[in-house]
């Protein structure tokens, strides 16, 4: 066979193969997408139930809610100083500090939030803290009996109609079915525990299939293909325009790697199918 002939029939299988695979790779990219489109929506749906959450402990926070205030303003000065060795002491002395923190960040994040609008979505690892100081919430108050004694349950009854109104809004909103007649610690505590498993936690599961990344093997396909189209088309089209004697060196090295890069194509495949382990 004629060089120019072999190099025909080399660019001819090599256009067949980029067709076909970049059209599986266009089928998959899409997929992806669609499948992240989706726990978008998915996602979505939590949120107006996880704000309500964040605005509700924001207002709580905003009350008289901690008795030893002393401790309190000692706390926010060591956190100002950055005094890592002191935080800790008032900490190991004031154990309800941890309750405060607790408090303090899901109150920060809000505000921060809401005045810069700064958020659409949060990442696992966000969620996972948020999570975490839900649960110390619910924790605090229903699995401990010294962590409510540092804290003035009368708080509610000292804030406005207005404020009342807006943290019954948020309650009806997060809309958990616990029943009340007033706002108590035990009852925001309760709305914690709940909202971790209700809302926080498929939340996070979903935010978790959002933010994984398509397959690796898809990536490896592409970059086949990329080989494919230089080696089987570029490379052959170039020395049939400019060499009027193709050397069996040039043959070889286009035949080698199309029959490589069609052997990967083959095993990449049968992986991403599952079908070889």
Known sequence: MEFPTLFGSVITSASILVSVGLGFLIFEYTRYQNRKIDFLYQMRSFYPKFDAFRELIYQVFQTDLWKNK???????ASVQKCNEGEIKELIKENEFLKLYRSYLYISDKYSKEVFS???????????????????????????????????????FKDIDDFTLKKMKKNINKIGTGITYNNITLDLIADISGEIEVTVINPLADLTYSYEQPIDPIIKKLFAILALVLIFGVIFPLIFLLISSTITLYVAITAVSVMIICLLLMVFLTGEYLGIIP
Do not use: H, P
């Open 70 to 76: 002393d401790v309190v303003k000692k706390y926010k």
């Open 117 to 155: 609008e700064a958020k659409s979505i949060y990442s696992y690892k966000e969620l996972n803290i948020y999570k975490k100081n839900a649960n110390y919430i619910w924790y605090a108050i229903n699995c401990r009996t010294d962590f409510k004694i540092e804290m003035n349950d009368n708080c």
